[in-house]
Nanobody, 121 residues
Framework: QVQLVESGGGLVQPGGSLRLSCAASGIIFSFYAMTWFRQAPGKQRELVAAITTGGSTKYAEAVKGRFTTSRDNAKNTVYLQMNDLKPEDTAIYYC???????????????WGKGTRVTVSS
């Protein structure tokens, strides 16, 4: 059974940084593409960043140049480094795992419970 556990969220001032982690268990992690989504209050869930099994990445326009996703297959963990955070980045951040090649960004895979990020002065 797939289990995904996000961590690293919190309260940060504008311009600050956070690193989110998503630890996976119950899967052969290296076979899974990983995707970060977020959902802000009153808004629809949106894709933030994605990483393939081979390590290729892509980002939403709103976070390009500020966020970086990476994976450590030895630790079964995917990361989201978030720099220069803005109030509009405030949301619950979720990771999603789906087996397959290429980007798997449909949200059809398994989900974690999320970690809350609040950007406020």
């Amino acid at each position: 059974q797939v289990q995904l556990v996000e961590s690293g969220g919190g309260l940060v001032q504008p311009g600050g940084s956070l690193r989110l982690s998503c630890a996976a268990s119950g899967i052969i992690f290296s076979f899974y593409a990983m995707t970060w989504f977020r959902q802000a209050p009153g808004k629809q869930r949106e894709l933030v960043a994605a990483i393939t099994t081979g390590g290729s990445t892509k980002y939403a326009e709103a976070v390009k140049g500020r966020f970086t996703t990476s994976r450590d297959n030895a630790k079964n963990t995917v990361y989201l480094q978030m720099n220069d955070l803005k109030p509009e980045d405030t949301a619950i951040y979720y990771c999603n795992a789906k087996q397959g090649l290429g980007f798997q960004t449909t949200g059809m895979g398994s989900w974690g419970k999320g970690t809350r990020v609040t950007v406020s002065s």
